[in-house]
């Protein structure tokens, strides 16, 4: 069965860098899009970053991330990367990779991420 599960989330200062992964199992991992999302308390899942299937050359972030945020994959590892940096305190949220898979989405567990001084 399709697993997403998600890692690498943590208290950082702001101004300071992550990066998250989310390591996929249970289909062709090369042959799909993968999404990160985030929630922050109070407030809707939004999506962050969109990476293209395959060698993952075409990527899209939100506008509140561009120049701060990389998506990449490594299909080797069937493993998603955010690489985060310039993080700000709105920034801090529970952050999730989603796949959808013959028409169906499937979500990690999600990592926390949390920025504070």
């Known amino acids: 069965q399709v697993q997403l599960v998600e890692s690498g989330g943590g208290l950082v200062q702001p101004g300071g860098s992550l990066r998250l992964s989310c390591a996929a199992s249970?289909?062709?991992?090369?042959?799909?899009?993968m999404n990160w999302y985030r929630q922050a308390p109070g407030k809707q899942r939004e999506l962050v970053a969109v990476?293209?299937?395959?060698?993952?050359?075409?990527?899209n972030y939100a506008d509140a991330v561009k120049g701060r945020f990389t998506i990449s994959r490594d299909n080797a590892k069937n493993t998603v990367y955010l690489q985060m940096s310039s993080l700000k305190s709105e920034d801090t949220a529970v952050y999730y990779c989603?796949?959808?898979?013959?028409?169906?989405?499937?979500w990690g567990q999600g990592t926390q991420v949390t920025v504070s001084s």
């Open positions: 990476i293209s299937r395959f060698s993952g050359g075409i990527t």
């Open positions: 249970g289909f062709t991992f090369s042959w799909y899009e």
């Open positions: 989603k796949v959808n898979v013959n028409g169906r989405d499937y």
